[in-house]
């Protein structure tokens, strides 16, 4: 059975940073790409950042440019958002994905095209 368990969630000042970790199991993930996105209350899930499956590609939303950084870890079956300089904005709860290579279509923004998901993570950023 597939699990992926976010972590490292919290409140946090503006201006503060957060690390974010997503621990999969129940399968290989080598050949995965591993994304993060987050959904705001009242809001839909968005695209935050995602690595490839090689750990060499990484794509961004414009909102986490320059301030948050994906990786994966040397088993790649873990993957890290390291989020800086963070902003009342950001405050969401955040889930790690798995994207499959039979899912991928040419884009990896779309959360319907990620198998798997983690049960969330909350980040909270006071201002």
């Known amino acids: 059975q597939v699990h992926l368990v976010e972590s490292g969630g919290g409140l946090v000042q503006a201006g503060g940073s957060l690390r974010l970790s997503c621990a999969a199991s129940g399968r290989t993930f080598s050949n995965h790409a591993m994304g993060w996105f987050r959904q705001a209350p009242g809001k839909e899930r968005e695209f935050v950042a995602v690595?490839?499956?090689?750990?060499?590609?990484?794509y961004y939303a414009d909102s986490a440019k320059g301030r948050f950084t994906i990786s994966r870890g040397n088993a790649k079956n873990t993957v890290y958002l390291q989020m800086n300089s963070l902003k009342p904005e950001d405050t969401a709860v955040y889930y790690c994905?798995?994207?499959?290579?039979?899912?991928?279509?040419?884009?990896?923004?779309?959360?319907?095209?990620?198998?798997?998901w983690g049960q969330g993570t909350q980040v909270t950023v006071s201002s």
């Open positions: 994905a798995a994207q499959t290579p039979q899912k991928y279509s040419g884009n990896y923004d779309r959360w319907d095209d990620y198998d798997y």
């Open positions: 690595v490839t499956n090689s750990g060499v590609s990484t």
